[in-house]
């Protein structure tokens, strides 16, 4: 199983990225799929996930609003796209799947992760 985050970088507070996660080795439309971050100094937290076909998606507080979650399972990829973006909002953003939801909004027992993806934003 493979999760590859890509479409990082480095961006000015008010700007606009899009991340993408590309899926193998399992059955995409089987599995939610999660965005997590992890700032310097910081523990990893949960940023925005989706479930299978992409009727459910949920949002930290702190993203609601600017970043947008979504999937293309004909392409075995998750979108997150992050507007408004903030300095706060710098870190290494990681994919990660699973074929239950609450492990991914609950953090715990998640069954793949991807390498990650930095993204940093200036002031």
């Known amino acids: 199983v493979q999760l590859q985050a890509s479409g990082g970088g480095l961006v000015q507070a008010g700007g606009s990225l899009r991340l993408s996660c590309a899926v193998s080795?399992?059955?995409?439309?089987?599995?939610?799929i999660a965005w997590f971050r992890q700032a310097p100094g910081k523990e990893r937290e949960f940023v925005t996930a989706i479930s299978r076909y992409g009727g459910a998606v949920y949002y930290a507080d702190s993203v609601k609003g600017r970043f947008t979650i979504s999937r293309d399972n004909a392409k075995n990829t998750v979108y997150l796209q992050m507007n408004s973006l903030k300095p706060v909002d710098t870190a290494v953003y990681y994919c990660?799947?699973?074929?239950?939801?609450?492990?991914?909004?609950?953090?715990?027992?998640?069954?793949?992760w991807g390498q990650g993806t930095q993204v940093t934003v200036s002031s």
């Open positions: 990660a799947a699973d074929g239950d939801m609450r492990h991914l909004t609950d953090s715990r027992g998640i069954n793949y």
């Open positions: 080795g399992l059955t995409f439309g089987n599995s939610a």
